[in-house]
């Protein structure tokens, strides 16, 4: 078995504040995904990676970087954070294609202040 | 455009009590689908799948899917339910386009279970 390691589990952050958060997969899975979740609006793709070194926008990009340096990371940066903003980022990795099984880490909360 | 839609935002049942969760999907041809659950500050973790063949497919912790073409729906069923089936369920689906496939997600459905 594998795990997917998100860190941090809470993120608090100032209007404006670029942010990062981390997330690993010892799965040697080749594609990993940034999801935001939401209260009642489920899941939103941010960003997806079907390899080490590409990136792949998904429908909620705007507002984020990404970078996939290693087979085994995936970093997703908050350019700039939004007041009051409260969200769940969930990473997750399967192995090629969406078809597969994602498996998912327990996520980083993000509040700003 | 494709979509995944749960019709239910929470459902309550009665422990010991069986349930269907409801899920519909809007894609062109027959996409993989798949019902993930969220138990609280966790991950979502895969209960089952469907690609093709018996339309009826079977996940883990007794539960099953049963997927209708012309329907398009993807309910999930559970005969008799127990406390610990609280969580937050999600209906996905995903078009295999060859490269550029993503997972779409329903909004989820919050399982309340009664004493």
């Known amino acids: 078995g594998g795990i997917i390691t998100q860190t941090p589990k809470f993120l608090i952050g100032q209007e404006g504040q670029k942010l990062t958060l981390k997330c690993q997969q010892n799965?040697?899975?080749?594609?990993m995904y940034w999801y935001r979740q939401d209260s009642g609006k489920g899941l939103r793709l941010i960003y997806y990676?079907?390899?080490?070194?590409?990136?792949q926008k998904g429908d909620l990009s705007e507002g984020y970087d990404a970078s996939r340096e290693k087979k085994s990371s995936f970093s997703l940066t908050v350019t700039s954070a939004q007041k009051n903003e409260m969200a769940v980022f969930l990473c997750a990795s399967s192995i090629a294609g969406s078809q597969n099984t994602l498996y998912f880490g327990a996520g980083t909360r993000l509040s700003v202040l | 455009a494709q979509s995944v839609t749960q019709p239910d935002a929470r459902v309550t049942v009665s422990e010991g009590a069986s349930l269907q969760l409801r899920c519909k999907y809007s894609y062109s041809g027959t996409p993989y689908l798949f019902w993930y659950v969220q138990y609280q500050r966790q991950g979502l973790q895969l209960l089952l799948k469907y690609y093709s063949g018996d339309p009826v497919v079977q996940g883990v912790n007794g539960f099953e899917a049963e997927f209708s073409k012309s329907d398009s729906s993807f309910h999930l069923r559970k005969a008799s339910v127990h406390w610990s089936d609280s969580a937050v369920y999600f209906c996905?689906?995903?078009?295999?386009?060859?490269?550029?496939?993503?997972?779409?997600f329903g909004k989820g459905t919050q399982l309340i279970i009664q004493p």
């Open positions: 799965f040697n899975h080749d594609t």
């Open positions: 996905a689906a995903s078009m295999n386009t060859g490269g550029a496939d993503r997972l779409t």
């Open positions: 990676s079907i390899t080490e070194n590409d990136l």
